[in-house]
């Protein structure tokens, strides 16, 4: 065996150096038919299902990933029955320009999406490589598209590309846009727990353990500690922007759970909550932070990974987005 | 076959190397053994080669005077940055005073098997000989697990996880060279732990002054999972004075951070192949790197995977020169023939 073992790492190293044939080639040539049954499978799954099918590939495939993500968006796969398809966020977003005069005697102009993460910092990676700051920008892409297609408003983000913007800087961004609404994307990550979850939070004290954990982990690019937000979460907690956020995040949160239970009954609704998150605080705009999906659970990181995944995302979130800002209209319900 | 390469290695001095993130190492047949930081410096300008001496400074010492040197570590999350040209020279450089650590008498030749993580492309294991080929006569590159087993002589039935400072590193040994499908890599690794404990750290000590590299110390000296009975506390100054700081929950919580990913790819490992190969290789993980000397950290492993079924988790004697030493012992073993074309 021993004898066997060395040879083989001769021919590699002739391999490497361009000559000889060997076990490399064999191994690729195998690899390379996997991939186009595993292709043809997935043709042939859309066509008889004309749904999304998720395959599992292998993990050298899975590293191409970074790579499409910098493809522009190409057509979605046609949607699953029950998921936000491109007609039913025309039907919601129908209404859409009329809401909120109930509350702050203006209207909704102004839209800022926040892709966590970036540069740097690469949020949350996943066990196969998949970081946060990649998936969130995609998504909030995707997310500004359905925005200016559907909508009257304007959308700006905090970033558009791969770029570390400090945590207060993305605050002062929409401060100076004079934003009127504030959505910020992000993915979760739970050690321990194999579990798949959505979570919404919007800015507030919270003495939960768990979600002290998590703002810890987002905040970890901003100059202030925890302590620091104390004394302003006090003075925030009797004013509007708090029931406003809170009643923004569920719709949020109701659309992202509405359409991933479909997807994947599996997957925990955790609700909507208050978390000290230095991207929420300081905006006297509605402003919520999505933990859109779950990077620990690996069938989500590849669901993650595929491009159809993300784009119901983004349609999720702009359903939420729509359905909050039509709630002042009270036609808005029967329509639905 | 023995009395052919007897007659030549009275000509040749066998190295094995182990080129990692943080630390690389030499392990050389006459008996020298030696280890660097893998950082490489060069005095920014005339000035700074003036007060510090020395064209070129390594590891601790290049870190100390990092003020004054353009600082590289060029294996950043295991591999050779392609295409950037200071990379490929501080590897050069790596390698260059390593043999010279290893005391070469004049006129041998010296025959090589590097050991690199296993992520390294094909791509970079070129640049990587690129870098090499210049010090030495003969050279095989071989993926750094695979040099830890075969040292070991986990020839067949066995797991190696090496966890190096940006990688994580998985390899399923079954009577052959690993292949792709054997090997596995994830980014959770000694460097996550750093970032963590950083982040950590600024969390609860907003005031406290310190930096990344002061954190890494902190990691290599306390490093431990789930219980320890002693404290841990550091000194940070605060304000200019010296003060004392209670770190032992950040310590903790930054090592688990590793934990989830380091389970879940030993069970995926571990279940592709079949129930009876499964069983033999549970008894035979063997954890190397400088992550297997986080105290606690083989029990952790051992009973997240007790639930499937009785396993042992073991860990190398010698971390820093697990890589090298195997590397040399593949390089002792090698038939005079198949260097001769290398
Ligand atoms: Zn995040």
């Not at chain 1, 959505?198 to 690019?221: C, K, M, V």
């Not at chain 2, 040749?12 to 630390?23: A, E, H, N, W, Y």
């Not at chain 2, 590299?213 to 605060?238: A, C, G, H």
Request: proline share 4%; with cysteine.
């Amino acid at each position: 065996m021993r004898r066997e073992i060395l040879r083989s790492v001769y021919e590699d190293n002739l391999v490497m150096l361009g000559q000889g044939r060997s076990l490399l080639t064999k191994r690729r040539l195998y690899l390379g038919k996997k991939y186009l049954i595993a292709a043809l499978l997935c043709i042939i799954a859309v066509l008889v299902n004309g749904r999304h099918v998720n395959i599992s590939f292998s993990p050298t495939e899975l590293t191409a990933q970074t790579a499409m993500m910098n493809m522009a968006p190409a057509l979605p796969p046609p949607a699953p029955e029950g998921v936000p398809n491109p007609a039913e966020l025309n039907s919601v977003a129908g209404s859409g320009n009329v809401a909120l005069s109930r509350m702050f005697g203006l209207k909704i102009k102004t839209i800022m999406i926040d892709a966590g993460h970036g540069g740097s910092d690469s949020g949350t990676v996943g066990k196969m490589g998949t970081k946060e700051k990649d998936i969130t920008l995609d998504i909030a892409r995707r997310l500004r598209q359905h925005l200016e297609a559907k909508g009257n408003y304007r959308i700006l983000m905090t970033r558009e590309d791969d770029s570390a913007v400090s945590l207060n800087r993305r605050v002062e961004l929409a401060k100076t846009a004079k934003a009127d609404l504030f959505i910020s994307v992000h993915i979760n990550y739970l050690p321990q727990k194999p579990i798949n979850i959505i979570e919404t939070y919007y800015f507030g004290p919270s003495t939960d353990a768990n979600i002290l954990r998590l703002a810890e982990q987002e905040n970890a690019g901003s100059e202030q500690g925890l302590s620091d937000f104390r004394a302003i979460v006090e003075k925030l907690g009797k004013t509007m922007k708090l029931q406003e956020s809170r009643e923004f995040a569920e719709s949020i949160q109701s659309n992202m759970v509405r359409y991933s239970r479909k997807q994947n009954s599996s997957i925990q609704d955790f609700g909507v909550k208050r978390a000290p998150f230095v991207v929420l605080l300081g905006l006297e705009v509605p402003s919520v932070l999505a933990e859109v999906s779950c990077m620990s659970n690996r069938e989500e990181e590849k669901e993650l990974q595929q491009e159809g995944h993300r784009e119901y995302i983004a349609r999720s979130l702009a359903l939420g987005i729509f359905d909050y800002l039509n709630k002042g209209d009270l036609t808005h319900e029967a329509k639905r | 076959m023995k009395q052919n390469d007897e007659q030549n290695q009275e000509n040749v001095l066998f190295v094995g190397i182990d080129l990692g993130t943080s630390r690389s190492a030499i392990s050389a047949s006459n008996g020298k053994r030696e280890w660097i930081e893998s950082y490489v410096g060069w005095p920014k300008d005339f000035i700074a080669e003036q007060v510090i001496g020395k064209p070129v400074l390594f590891g601790e010492e290049a870190l100390q005077h990092r003020l004054s040197l353009d600082l590289c570590r060029p294996l950043e999350r295991g591999i050779i940055k392609e295409g950037i040209e200071s990379s490929e020279r501080a590897v050069k450089e790596i390698i260059r005073h390593l043999i010279d650590l290893a005391k070469s008498e004049p006129g041998k030749q010296i025959h090589a098997v590097v050991g690199v993580p296993s992520d390294s492309l094909k791509v970079n294991k070129l640049a990587i000989r690129r870098a090499v080929a210049e010090h030495v006569q003969a050279l095989m590159v071989v993926t750094e697990p695979f040099a830890i087993a075969y040292g070991m002589n986990l020839l067949n039935n066995a797991l190696v996880i090496d966890i190096g400072a940006g990688t994580t590193d998985f390899c399923i040994m079954h009577g052959t060279i690993p292949s792709e499908e054997d090997q596995k890599t994830i980014f959770t690794a000694g460097d996550y732990i750093d970032e963590q404990l950083f982040n950590y750290l600024i969390e609860k000590y907003p005031n406290s002054r310190f930096n990344k590299n002061m954190v890494r110390q902190f990691k290599e000296k306390f490093s431990f999972v789930r219980t320890l009975d002693e404290d841990i506390r550091v000194e940070l100054p605060v304000d200019g004075k010296p003060v004392m700081h209670d770190i032992k929950n950040e310590v903790r919580r930054a090592c688990e951070s590793i934990l989830p990913a380091l389970v879940d790819t030993t069970t995926e490992m571990i279940a592709r192949f079949d129930p009876e190969f499964q069983m033999k290789i549970k008894n035979n993980i063997v954890m190397a790197g400088g992550g297997s000397l986080i105290r606690g950290i083989d029990e952790y492993l051992q009973d997240a995977l007790k639930e499937y079924g009785a396993c042992k988790v073991t860990r190398v004697k010698d971390p820093l020169f697990a890589g090298s030493d195997g590397a040399l012992k593949l390089a002792t073993d090698m038939p005079a023939k198949y260097w001769e074309k290398l």
